[in-house]
């Protein structure tokens, strides 16, 4: 590791890199009204999309060996639960499994999506908690994942220890690669325009 680079570049690095991949990401979940069973169902196959070929690609090619709590982290058979309770099938777009290069500071590059989304997750589950139909708050096994563990501080110290300022712009590129295949998947399931005025 550079003895020169200070801690949290890693974090701050990425987070700049992303932050208007993050920002248009948001903007289109904001669209959504999780309390709503359709667009609830909506906004978890989005998730699944992608969510389960990564979780697969990461697995396969080790992030257990760069973050041992690996297993334990993964939310795709709780998204797919989820799924199932609101009568839907998960279903994978299959570019989300072609990401290349499977180096350590990508591999955490593509994980530091996956596990920041966790953090939004919980202000989520607030929204879909309040839904009055019992389906949506009877399957919140995603948005409620790891609550209460400290798996995004955990992570960070991970992160920072295995890239450096050497390695960090392949760890953004990865993310932001990470945040295109959700965009995509975003895209593929707006609603059609007749459903939309609805």
């Not at 991949?21 to 999780?34: E, P, R, V």
């Not at 309390?35 to 609830?40: G, W």
């Not at 991970?158 to 300022?165: F, I, T």
Request: neutral net charge; charged residues 20%; glycine residues 8%.
């Amino acid at each position: 590791m550079s003895p020169a680079c200070p801690p949290g570049f890693v974090r701050h690095r990425l987070k700049a890199a992303t932050a208007d991949h993050h920002d248009t990401l948001d903007s289109g979940f904001a669209a959504l009204d999780l309390k709503n069973h359709n667009d609830y169902r909506r906004f978890l196959a989005i998730q699944a999309a992608v969510l389960g070929p990564l979780e697969g690609w990461l697995t396969q090619h080790g992030l257990a060996d760069l973050l041992p709590d690996w297993p334990q982290r993964r939310r795709y058979m709780a998204l797919q639960a989820d799924l199932a309770g609101l009568g839907t099938p998960a279903i994978s777009d299959p570019r989300a499994a072609g990401i290349d290069s499977p180096t350590s500071p990508r591999l955490l590059g593509i994980a530091y999506v996956l596990e920041g989304s966790r953090l939004g997750a919980q202000y989520l589950a607030r929204d879909a908690a309040a839904s009055r139909d019992p389906v949506v708050h009877g399957n919140m096994r995603f948005l409620t994942h790891g609550m209460g563990r400290r798996l995004w501080p955990t992570f960070l110290d991970v992160l920072e220890s295995r890239v450096d300022a050497a390695t960090a712009d392949a760890a953004a590129q990865a993310a932001r690669q990470t945040f295109d295949l959700f965009l995509a998947a975003q895209q593929a399931h707006a609603p059609a325009p007749a459903e939309a005025s609805a």
